[in-house]
């Protein structure tokens, strides 16, 4: 069965309002921060061209890029300076050019926010992007946090 990527990372001071607070925003990059360590952890990367399992001196490989559609957070409770947070981030959806992750970020075993940020699989050529369909290979490593739908739909 899929499971969630989980991380932890401390709330830092730069990342609070006056009152010590973690800002909304902050939530959003830790969500963001999180799905770049799970892309990581399966060899791959927001911008495909520079990782190792795209790297081929003699292939045309286009560059990849996942530009966000649609951000969403519910937010519960306070996060506050030095609190180390988990944030625990899965697939909740597979289209054929997007992915859509979902995240709970929890401090201590309270929750502060869920949230979900869906982007599209785009290539990017003379500074142009244009979606396209998720590579084979990308869907597959995908599908090992895909929850709520066996691996193998999609």
């Known amino acids: ?8 990372r401390r709330v830092e001071f730069c990342e609070t309002d ?6 909304f925003s902050s939530l959003i990059v830790f969500m963001e921060q999180a799905e770049h360590a ?8 927001v911008a495909l061209s520079h990782t190792s399992l795209f790297k081929n001196a003699s292939s045309q490989e286009p560059t ?7 951000v969403e957070c519910d937010f519960q409770t306070p996060a506050r300076f030095e609190d180390v947070l988990r944030v625990a981030t899965s697939v909740s959806s597979l289209g054929t050019k997007s992915v ?3 995240h709970h970020i929890t ?7 869920t949230g979900k940020m869906t982007c599209v699989c785009c290539t990017l ?9 998720i590579p084979p290979r990308i869907r597959e490593l995908l599908q090992t946090h ?8 999609g």
Request: glycine share 8%.
């Open 125 to 133: 050529q003379d500074d142009t992007l244009a979606s396209v369909p």
């Open 107 to 113: 401090c201590n075993g309270n929750s502060i926010a």
């Open 64 to 70: 990849y890029s996942w530009p966000r559609v649609r």
């Open 38 to 45: 799970l892309l990581r952890s399966l060899g791959l990367s």
């Open 1 to 8: 069965m899929p499971s969630a990527f989980t991380v932890e």
């Open 18 to 23: 006056a009152a010590g607070i973690a800002h």
């Open 100 to 102: 859509t992750y979902q």
């Open 146 to 153: 895909l929850v709520g739908v066996p691996a193998s739909a």
